[in-house]
């Protein structure tokens, strides 16, 4: 027995420990008890949690050890893996199935032969080309040393004016906290708007509550220097910044990798096959560091999350032990906080689809997030797009203050599921009134984009508005002359709903007719008053609601 184990015992080395590396190696054991499994990790930590990291830094986590999901002792103990951190691979020969380790505690280095080998290398902080950036006021937030240097720098020097470059996760979040620090704190962003995987008018309703907050949000600005104590931007503007943070974002950690002659992929990231192989078959890879399909889409893409990377080191390691699995694709998903403000995604944004030629529609509604009779429901701004041929989920955004969380996690399962929005439909969801109502937010998405598919409505968007208009479109604003007094689109003609069946003569036959009112029931009604009445008319998607915020930006 002994000299069978001698011969089938599997050697397995790890580069990386964090979400993909650790989630490989703890289920590798599971499934192999006499594989010998050696973990590399030039930091000092393994799976520690990157996205708590700007918590940690507000004091929001106030004990550092609750980063550090697991400690090499205890992973050691638990799984009988040899975890060495402080420990850098820095070449591999696949020819002969080696790698050279450099111990970065005494500097020497040493060979570990494999039989197969793991890369989770992760990615690394993108450094913009600014000047002055290497002076030590401005930070990444990557892992723990680094959230470490920050607050630490924040309880010495208590900065009163910080800078954060980037708005997108990391960007944000370091915002928020910062902010909630009484930081005052502007955020440059060279692009047109934040979180660029949202639709323009989605991420309008978050950079309006920014602004509300009282963090400055300077959007199409790009920093090109840090001078001593100020940021410069190309505009010609100066900010004070005692802090500045670079959040633009993180390219896939490669350098391993092209030492070893693996292919990379169109993106830059480690290419991988549907089993998680690299361009040599002994060599896997997964985490942030690999190209992957996206779900809807099948684009080449990169998606740095710490779900995915979970999943992917998890498939890795069955595959390793002969359970082979094939790895889907990865839709995207993602939640974040930015103070009461809660943002989510997942699948494909209208960018997207317009690069893959998809024939798609949408839809928007304003829900509340549980019924309004029950005391403390807020509105959530949320929207669907889907296929116009078959009605498949396609990609979903939702901006709110509450129960975004779990719609959007019910709309993620059902676009991992292929279901459509006859399906959201049929879903019979939790139901009380303190949590939601009779029909839920994701039911009212279903019924809106139904109504779109089977032609009982026609939409546009508000970019759509004012060509419509120039070529002598009619609009009509639904709501009542006390919310016309609040604020209404410009030229807009006055008709509530309830009088509109009285009031058909005032609107020109000949005319392509236009209507919204506040959220989008009102107007929906109106459209099938008219569209019975042999009027050409369109509904505008979002209603007032929306077109609100795009009026601010």
């Known amino acids: 027995m002994a000299a069978r184990d001698i011969v089938m015992k599997k050697k397995v080395l790890i580069v990386g420990g964090v979400a993909a590396g650790a989630s ?44 550090l999901v697991q400690t090499p002792a205890a992973m050691s103990r638990r799984f009988k893996i040899d975890v060495r951190v402080m420990n850098e691979v820095i070449n591999i020969d696949p020819a002969v199935k080696k790698v050279t380790v450099k111990n970065l505690v ?41 959230s470490d240097i920050i607050k630490e720098y924040i309880d010495r020097q208590k900065p009163g004016h910080a800078v954060v470059i980037g708005a997108g996760y990391i960007g944000l979040e370091m915002a928020e906290v910062l902010h909630m620090k009484n930081i005052k704190v502007t955020i440059v962003e060279a ?74 992929g169109k993106t830059g990231g480690i290419l991988v096959n549907e089993y998680l192989q690299t361009s040599d078959p002994a060599i896997y890879a997964a985490g942030d560091a690999i190209q992957v399909k996206h779900l809807v889409t099948g684009e080449d893409t990169l998606i740095p999350l710490a779900g995915p990377a979970n999943r992917q080191g998890w498939l890795v390691a069955g595959n390793i ?37 998809y024939h798609y529609s949408f839809v ?44 959007m996690d019910v709309l993620a399962t059902a676009l991992r599921a292929g279901m459509t929005i006859f399906d959201l439909q049929e879903l019979e969801l939790s139901y009380a009134p303190p949590y939601s109502s009779a029909k839920d937010p994701v039911n009212m998405l279903g019924y809106a984009a139904g109504n779109i598919w089977h ?39 006055n008709i509530p709903v309830d009088e509109l069946r009285d009031r058909l003569e005032e609107i020109p036959p000949d005319k392509e007719v236009l209507v919204y009112c506040q959220q989008g029931l009102r107007s929906y009604i109106a459209n099938r008053i008219l569209l019975q009445n042999d009027f050409t008319v369109f509904n505008i998607s979002g209603g007032y609601n929306t077109y609100r915020h795009l009026e601010k930006n």
Not at 40 to 60: D, T
Not at 212 to 221: A, C, D, F, S
């Open 24 to 67: 490989a190696a703890a289920r590798l054991r599971r499934l192999d008890e006499n594989a010998e499994i050696i973990m590399f990790e030039r930091g000092e930590h393994i799976s520690f949690a990157n996205c708590g990291l700007p918590y940690y830094v507000g004091g929001i986590i106030q004990q550092r050890k609750r980063l």
């Open 106 to 146: 005494d500097e020497t280095t040493y060979e570990e032969r494999y039989d197969n080998l793991v890369l989770a290398p992760g990615a690394s902080p993108v450094i913009p080309p600014i000047r002055g950036i290497e002076q030590a006021h401005v930070f990444t937030v990557r892992n723990v040393p680094d």
């Open 191 to 264: 692009g047109t708007q934040i979180m660029n995987y949202l639709d323009p008018e989605m991420a309008a309703i978050v950079q309006n509550y920014i602004a509300q907050t009282g963090i400055n949000l300077l959007l199409q600005e790009k920093a090109v220097a840090v001078d001593g104590y100020t940021v410069k931007l190309e505009s010609g503007t100066t900010l004070p910044a005692d802090l500045v943070i670079l959040g633009v974002g993180v390219k896939p950690e490669v350098t391993l990798a092209l030492r070893a002659g693996l292919s990379l």
């Open 321 to 357: 032990a002969g359970f082979r699995q094939k790895y889907s694709g990865a839709q995207g998903t993602g939640i974040l906080k930015v103070l009461d403000m809660t943002v989510a995604s997942t699948g494909a944004n209208e960018k997207m689809l317009q690069q893959q030629g």
């Open 364 to 407: 928007h509604i304003h829900p509340a997030s549980h019924a309004t009779y029950y005391p403390g429901s807020t509105t959530m701004s949320a929207k669907l797009l889907f296929s116009s041929d078959d009605g498949r989920i396609l990609g979903a955004q939702i901006v709110g203050y509450d129960g975004v969380d779990k719609r």
């Open 455 to 493: 032609k009982r409505i026609q939409v546009i968007s508000w970019d759509q508005v004012a060509s419509r208009i120039t070529q002598g479109a009619f609009l009509i604003d639904a709501r009542t002359p006390a919310e016309v007094e609040g604020g209404s689109y410009p030229g807009a003609y």
